[in-house]
């Protein structure tokens, strides 16, 4: 799996240039010293995906504080980072979560959409343990 490129994204997510995924190799580049640091939280296995209502993250993948903000990494290799919203979110998804109840989970007014956003990105770089369906579609009445 490939580490994809993100520009600065919904709730502070920003993925690295180049690189490799959770496949990958060991830490590169400007955010090393996360590879070194002491876990802040590491994810767990999460539901299974029958059972999942919300997103849930791939197992293993470790956060860690660095200077330019909270560094996702797997196995010494650099995923992707994101803000301190970003990391809550990222503790959060276990897949017993929908994404409304995400977005009143953390003390930020997040809107639903901006949730969804963050998580589809997560997804289509291949980060989330199931897939992630989306509708963009509600009824107004």
Known sequence: MERRTFVRGACGLTLLVGGQ?????????????????????????GVD???????????????????????????????????ELGADLVRLADGTRTVEELSCSTPHNLLPVDVASFFVELAQAGYLAHPFYVNLIQVVE
């Open 49 to 83: 995906a029958r059972d999942a209502v919300g997103p849930c993250m791939r197992a293993g993948i470790e956060l860690c504080r660095s200077a330019s903000g909270v560094v996702a990494t797997h196995e010494g290799t650099e995923l992707f980072v994101v803000d």
């Open 21 to 45: 995924g959770l496949a990958g190799c060991a830490a590169q580049g400007p955010f090393a010293d996360a590879a070194v640091a002491v876990p802040l939280f590491t994810t767990g296995q």
